[in-house]
């Protein structure tokens, strides 16, 4: 009931629509039941009396009847269907606000293939859920309770003889429909893996095909393909059998019927009107019930995916902002200090990636960090935004606790480059504007230059109006990250995170780079994090982690003599003969 009741949440905006829907519902209901009153009417008080006014008036009726319900059955279908899509267009909204709302954490948890079937596959799930009630789940019910009653008003002795069997019938619907909810949870799984699969193979499709892997690849989508086929057809399978066997209780109905109407009939204590209309309301009570074991897949698939789709709303983020939160003000400085730092993943509490981090920028400063694969380098920096929380200790932006501080005064102060280059599809100017829609023309060029880009777009067909594919796959990885560097300083942010954002281009365009950040952002805390000491060299402060701990830091002439780390690194990538010429940008 707790996941029927999440649906009933988005309903209520529509409740109006619901309730007319459902009323249409009830007319078509109540004129179901009126036919078999009237054909027997017709019968015995017509066609046995020999009385053809009885027949004709009684046929105008009947047949008046179909035409209102014609109409009712399309207004019921109207409103049922503008309910349902607007359910799911709520539904949708709710997942992915919900989704925008995620911490770096959360978002680790919930892969992309995952929240893509909950925001497509389960949303229409519920969606047919949603109409069907409407339509016919509702609709079915109603039939059956009142095909009951005046089957109890028509002949007490033959419904008394025939509840055995619809009770036999209830209890096979109810077990069916009980077994079919986790098998349907079963297929959403497996579409949820098949998804996952097919979204890395088509965003690495280049890195495949380089590396002629696209044999294990079809032969990995063909094991995830296979394993939802199979899921599938085991319970449509199962479903399957449940027709048959509900035919089955239906025909033991009508035979009991005939035997056991005509032993009164013969005796005199029932009409043939009467038997036939106690068939019609025995197949309207059957009916029904086999109807809603068809649909019961449908219940069952929506009941799976409510689940599922719940999972994603109930989730409270791992980071969470306080109601009455710090708003930074201009006076606040921009330092950023960093005590007694721990920091693990949620779930991993047992491996610490960052442990006893002591670290203080102050405003203006850059701050190299340095390490090898995996030392904590990126989860460093990431704590200061406050994509993560520190799991043990401080980090204060402002001489303020960040858990302390409103989200967007927090982030509006920062400029993020992250380690993947992510462009949008549109214009490079849209691209570059990105944080800041309303940029003039000259603050987007401004940017640009400063992130020695403005020549290469000037190079394009459109320049600044030029079209970036998806993933800016018609763009090199050196271009795509200078684009990344002039979305970030085009705010003019006051803390700037460089998350290994120069790699692909050469050492001399970083030099420009650094260069022109220093120049326009005179008053920027930096944070750099690189694999490439050249990178480094001109931080005020360089930090060396090792397996999540600070090893070392200072300037790179101190660190030369007193930091054994830093001097390997540095003599694996510029001594030993090294040439220390520019390489090429990756273009």
């Known amino acids: 009931m707790k996941y029927y009741r999440s649906i009933i949440k988005f309903v209520k905006p529509y409740w109006k629509l619901a309730v007319i829907a459902l009323i249409m519902l009830v007319l078509m209901a109540l004129g179901d039941l009126a036919i078999p009153r009237l054909i027997e009417h017709i019968i015995d ?8 006014d009885v027949v004709l008036h009684t046929s105008a009726i009947m047949i008046g009847i179909s035409l209102l319900s014609t109409v009712v059955a399309v207004l019921n279908n109207i409103f049922s269907i503008r309910t349902g899509e607007s359910v799911a267009r709520d539904m949708r909204e709710a997942i992915f606000v919900k989704i925008q709302q995620f911490s770096y954490g959360d978002l680790d948890r919930f892969s992309t293939g995952k929240l893509m079937v909950r ?7 519920v969606q047919r859920l949603v109409q069907v009630s409407l339509r016919i789940g509702t609709r079915a019910p109603l039939l059956m309770v009142g095909s009951i009653i005046l089957m109890f008003m028509t002949s007490a002795r033959l419904a008394t003889a025939m509840i055995p069997v ?9 077990l069916f429909s009980a077994k ?20 890395e193979n088509i965003a690495g499709a280049h890195l495949i095909k380089a590396f002629v892997r696209a044999d294990y690849e079809t032969q ?3 094991k995830a393909n296979d394993d939802l086929t199979d899921n599938t057809i085991r319970v449509m399978q199962f479903m399957a059998t449940m027709s048959p066997v509900l035919t089955t209780f239906v025909n033991i109905g009508i035979v009991l019927v005939i035997w056991y109407g005509g032993l009164q009939t013969i005796s005199g204590s029932l009409q043939i009107g009467q038997i036939i209309a106690f068939t019609n309301y ?10 809603m074991a068809q649909l019961s897949n449908v219940w069952a698939n929506g009941s799976a995916s409510i689940r599922r789709i719940n999972e994603v709303l109930d989730t409270e983020p791992e980071v969470q902002f306080k109601e009455n939160a710090i708003a930074l003000t201009e006076e606040m400085d921009d330092s950023v200090d960093f005590r007694k730092v721990d920091f693990h993943y949620r779930g991993n509490s047992t491996v610490e990636v960052l442990e006893g981090i ?3 920028n102050e405003p203006g400063e850059t701050v190299a960090v340095l390490g090898a694969t995996g030392a904590g380098k990126s989860s460093l920096v990431n704590l200061i935004p406050r994509f993560y929380d520190v799991t043990g200790g401080q980090l204060l932006v402002g001489r303020t606790d960040v858990r302390d501080l409103q989200e967007g005064s927090l982030l509006n102060r920062i400029g993020i480059v992250p380690q993947e280059s992510i462009l949008f599809s549109g214009t490079v100017r849209e691209n570059i504007c990105y944080g800041k829609p309303d940029a003039s023309e000259d603050e987007i060029i401004r940017a640009a230059q400063i992130a020695q880009a403005h020549d290469f777009i000037m190079q394009m067909p459109q320049g600044y109006d030029t079209y970036i594919e998806e993933r800016g796959v018609n763009l090199s990885g050196g271009q795509k990250q200078r684009l990344s560097i002039a979305r970030a300083v085009i705010n003019r942010p006051r803390i700037l995170i460089l998350d290994d954002s120069t790699s692909s281009v050469d050492v001399e365009t970083e030099t420009h780079i650094q260069e022109g950040l220093r120049t326009a952002l005179q008053n920027c805390s930096v944070f750099i994090v690189a694999q490439r000491i050249s990178t480094v060299l001109n931080a005020d402060k360089i930090i060396v982690l090792d397996k999540g701990h600070i090893v ?6 101190r660190l030369m003599k007193t930091s054994a780390v830093y001097r390997e690194i540095y003599d694996s990538q510029l001594g030993n003969g090294f040439n220390g010429s520019p390489g090429k940008d990756r273009e």
């Open 282 to 291: 025995l197949l309207t009570t059957m009916t029904p019930l086999i109807l």
């Open 45 to 52: 008080q017509g066609v046995k009396q020999n009385r053809m």
């Open 220 to 222: 990995r989508f063909d």
């Open 552 to 557: 070392a830091q200072g300037q790179h002439d």
């Open 119 to 125: 925001l497509t596959s389960d949303v229409n799930a």
């Open 358 to 360: 002591d670290l203080r």
């Open 180 to 199: 079919m909810e986790p098998l349907f949870r079963i297929v959403q799984v497996k579409l949820d893996y098949l998804n996952t699969v097919l979204q």
């Open 166 to 174: 619809l009770l036999v019938t209830l209890v096979v619907i109810v």
